[in-house]
């Protein structure tokens, strides 16, 4: 079965302080993308990657960046969090059909920035 | 505005009832799926379904693209079915997913 993991699975930060949550996958899939859950927004795509070394932004990238260094690895960074950046945070992955692949998704990192 | 309506929002059934959640979408797509999302947070997905009718066990999902819909029936309904679903669509010509809010579903035993 697909294996996403993100780690860490909980952190407070700071506000202006940088925080990096990070994606790990075992499925061998060329996209990865990272989304952020809201109540009452459902899920919203920040960034996401077809291929190591590259990324591309989505609907809402203003304050993050976003880290491909491998196939396998793909990084969020909040370079100066603040407070609209408390949520949840999910990492997904899929196949070489993209978007319209199924997205397999790790178990979300909460964020509550101070 | 909002590309993706699901309805309805909140849901109470017995446990034995069928459910029927709809997915309404404003934009073009090229593929609809179908997530639940578990009370602690994770994401399943439940159904790939680009068009036609889809089976699995209880739960059937319907996309009509024409009529730009889609819908999960969930029959026989069970307490461990509780928690949200969640449709995503994949807009055309991109590589991007849109999600709807989702319709919080809670079954009483």
């Known amino acids: 079965e697909a294996a996403v993991t993100q780690s860490p699975r909980s952190k407070v930060a700071v506000t202006g302080g940088k925080v990096t949550l990070s994606c790990h996958q075992t499925?061998?899939?060329?996209?990865m993308y990272w989304y952020r859950q809201d109540t009452g927004h459902g899920l919203r795509l920040i960034h996401y990657?077809?291929?190591?070394?590259?990324?591309e932004k989505g609907d809402i990238p203003d304050g993050y960046k976003a880290s491909r260094p491998s196939q396998e690895n793909f990084s969020l960074i909040l370079e100066l969090a603040s407070l609209s950046q408390t949520a949840v945070y999910f990492c997904?992955?899929?196949?070489?059909?993209?978007?319209?692949?199924?997205?397999?998704f790790g178990p979300g990192t909460r964020l509550l920035v101070l | 505005g909002q590309q993706v309506q699901q309805s309805p929002a909140s849901l109470v059934l017995q446990e034995g009832e069928n459910a029927e959640l709809q997915c309404n979408f404003s934009t073009s797509l090229n593929s609809m799926q179908w997530f639940y999302q578990r009370p602690g947070g994770s994401l399943v997905s439940l159904f790939y379904n680009p068009s036609g009718t889809k089976h699995s066990g209880r739960l059937t999902s319907t996309t009509v693209i024409k009529e730009r819909r889609s819908s999960l029936h969930i029959s026989s309904s069970q307490t461990t079915d509780s928690g949200t679903y969640l449709c995503a669509l994949e807009r055309s010509n991109t590589n991007k997913v849109v999600f709807g809010t989702g319709t919080r579903l809670q079954v009483l035993p």
């Open positions: 499925n061998n899939h060329d996209y």
């Open positions: 990657s077809y291929v190591a070394d590259s990324t």
């Open positions: 997904a992955s899929s196949d070489f059909r993209g978007a319209g692949d199924t997205q397999y």
